[in-house]
C-alpha cells in the first residue's frame, strides 16, 4: 500500500474519533524551486517542482456555516464562523485555513461550514512551502464539503490572497500555483504573468536533491517584503526611462545596464538578480528539455551567485551546502531554494551520484558548522487532488 494511502487512512481515523463521521481526503504538496527566485512576484518566470511531502485534509460539510479544524501536529482546534468573518488573523497556524476560507466567500463562492483534521509532512519552516501546501488543501477541501469544482488557478490565487491580505505576507504566485497544479515526473515552468505553464520533465536518471541546512534566519519575513519594496522601487524608477513597464519582467538586462545610473546601487542590483534571472530559467528550461543537464545546472549555479551577492537573501550555511554540493562527482548544478535567510538548497544530481553526494554534503557540512543537514531527494509529484481511500483495499 502507498504511504499516501497509509496517511490519508490514518487521518480518516482521526476525523471519525474526532466527528464521528466519514470524512473525504484532500491533499496538496509542498514543493522545490529548480530555480527562478523572487521572480514570481515581479511577473516573471519560474521552474518548481512539485514534492511527495504534501499537507492532507480531511473534511466534511456541517449543517450550519462554522469551521472547525484539528491541527493533528500542534494538537490544537480552531472554530471560526463564516458568517463573522474576522478582518485580520489570530497571528497562529489558523490564518492559512481561515484565511481561505474568507478569500474563497469574498471571491463570490458560498461555501458550508465543515468539520476539518490537517496533517503534514511537508517540512516546516524550511523554504518548502508547507503554508501553500496548507492552504491550498484547504481550499481544495472546502470546495470539495460545499460541492464546488476545484479550479486550480484560481484556488492557487485565493492561497496567495490568503497569504497576502490574512497573514500579511506578501507573496507571489509561485507556491500556491505548483501546490495546485503540478504535474508528475516534470517541474513546471510558470509564466507569473499570463499564469500559464508548462511542464518540463525531469529525465529518468537525474534527481532533484534536497538539502535542509536546519537553519532559519530572523526576520525572514521582513527581509522578503524589503526586497520586493525594492524591485517596485526600481520599476517606479526605470519607468521615467523605459515608458509604461509595470513590473521588472518588462526589463531586459541591456535596458538595466543603459539605466543604471538612474538607480540607487542597491537598488540596481536587486533588480539585476531579477532580470538575469529570468533569462536563467528560460535557459534551464531550454537546457532540461534538449538533455543538457550541464546546461541546466550552470544556470543553477550562476542563480546561486546571483542570490549571494545581489539579492542578498543566502547565508554561509547555504552557501557551503551549494557550494560543497557544486564541486562532488554527478552534480549539475546547486543552488539556495525558496525564499531565503537559511533552509534548503537543491541540487541537479545523476542518480547512480545521490548516495555518495549526500553522505559527503552531511558529513562536510557537520564538520564545518557543527550542524545536521537532512536530504531528501524529491520525487515530483501532482498538485491538489482527492486520495484515494480505497485504493489497494483487499476486495
Ligand atoms: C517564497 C514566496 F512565497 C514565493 O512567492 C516566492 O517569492 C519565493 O519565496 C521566492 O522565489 O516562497
Known sequence: MS???????????????????APVVSRAPGRVNVIGEHTDYNDGFVMPAALDFATLVAAAPRPDRRVRVYSMFMDATRDFDLDKPEPTGRHDWSDYVFGVATMLEESGLRLKGADL???????????????AALEVS???ALLAAAGLAFEPVAAAKVGQRAENEFVGMRCGIMDQYIAACGVAGHALLIDCRSLESRPVPIAPNLRLVIANSNVRHQHAGGEYNDRRAACEDGVRLLKHHLGPITALRDVTPADLER????LPDLVYRRCRHIVTENARVLEAERALKAGDFKGCGAAMNASQVSMRDDFQITCPEIDFLA????????????????????GCTVSLVEARAVDAMSTALVDAYRVTFGLNAEVFVCSPSEGAGFVDLERDRPA
Open 117 to 131: 483534521v490537517v496533517w503534514s509532512d511537508v517540512p516546516l519552516g524550511a523554504g518548502l512551502s508547507s503554508s
Open 323 to 342: 557550494d560543497f554540493a557544486q564541486g562532488l562527482a554527478g552534480v549539475y548544478g546547486s543552488r539556495m531554494t525558496g525564499g531565503g535567510f537559511g
Open 3 to 21: 504511504r499516501l494511502t497509509v496517511q490519508a487512512r490514518d487521518v480518516a481515523q482521526e476525523f471519525g474519533q474526532r466527528f464521528g463521521r
Open 138 to 140: 484547504v481550499a481544495h
Open 259 to 262: 539605466h543604471r545610473r538612474a
